[in-house]
Structure formats: C-alpha cells, structure tokens
C-alpha cells in the first residue's frame, strides 16, 4: 500500500519560507507523478504544483509562480515544495498526492493522498 506522510509544516510570518516534504513508500516512487495541493479553511481543494516521474517537467499554478518550487529526489523518495515569499493567503492545509497520469492538475487525478501539514501565515 501507498504511504505519504507530509513533513515541514508550521506557523511563519509573511515573507518567510518554509519548504515542506513528503516522504512515499510502499511502491516505485519514480513511477508516479507528484503533486501538492493545498485546502484552506471553508475552500475547496487546489493545485499547486505537480512534477513529472523523472523530475524533469514541473507545473505550478499561476498564484505561485516565481515563489514556489517543487522538486523530487527518487533516490529518497521524497517530494518537496520550497516555499519562498509567503503570503497569508497561502495558509493551508497542504497535500502531496501521487498519480500514474502525466503531470494532472486536478484532484481527482491523484491515486494516493498524505494527511496533510498545516502552514499558517501570519500578516
């Protein structure tokens, strides 16, 4: 079975940063494209950033372009997300989650979700 478990989470001031991890186990890592996703209170869940199996093709919606950067290292089976300028509009629960589709940016299209860690961003 497919574990996630999200790491990195916590409480900062704007403009800070923070980079968030995820670790997977129970299958191929490199199989699987990587994406986060964040849900903040009373919203619906959105896409962040999605990176391809080899790590060579990332996306990342357009409120975090320029601040965020996912990456991976299929050597740890680890995902991350760098980051950088935070906003308080960026305070959420955060998600990674784990597709065998191309580089998805809709929920739906994910197989396996983390638990989540909480980033809250105070003005």
């Known amino acids: 079975q497919v574990q996630l478990v999200e790491s990195g989470g916590g409480l900062v001031q704007a403009g800070d940063s923070l980079r968030l991890s995820c670790a997977v186990s129970?299958?191929?890592?490199?199989?699987?494209?990587m994406g986060w996703f964040r849900q903040a209170p009373g919203k619906e869940r959105e896409f962040v950033a999605a990176?391809?199996?080899?790590?060579?093709?990332?996306y990342n919606t357009d409120s975090v372009k320029g601040r965020f950067t996912i990456s991976r290292d299929n050597a740890k089976n680890t995902v991350y997300l760098q980051m950088n300028s935070l906003k308080p509009e960026d305070t959420a629960v955060y998600y990674c989650?784990?597709?065998?589709?191309?580089?998805?940016?809709?929920?739906?299209?994910?197989?396996?979700w983390g638990q989540g860690t909480q980033v809250t961003v105070s003005s």
């Open positions: 129970g299958s191929t890592f490199s199989s699987y494209t």
């Open positions: 989650a784990a597709s065998i589709l191309g580089i998805p940016t809709y929920a739906r299209a994910y197989n396996y």
């Open positions: 990176s391809s199996r080899s790590g060579g093709n990332s």
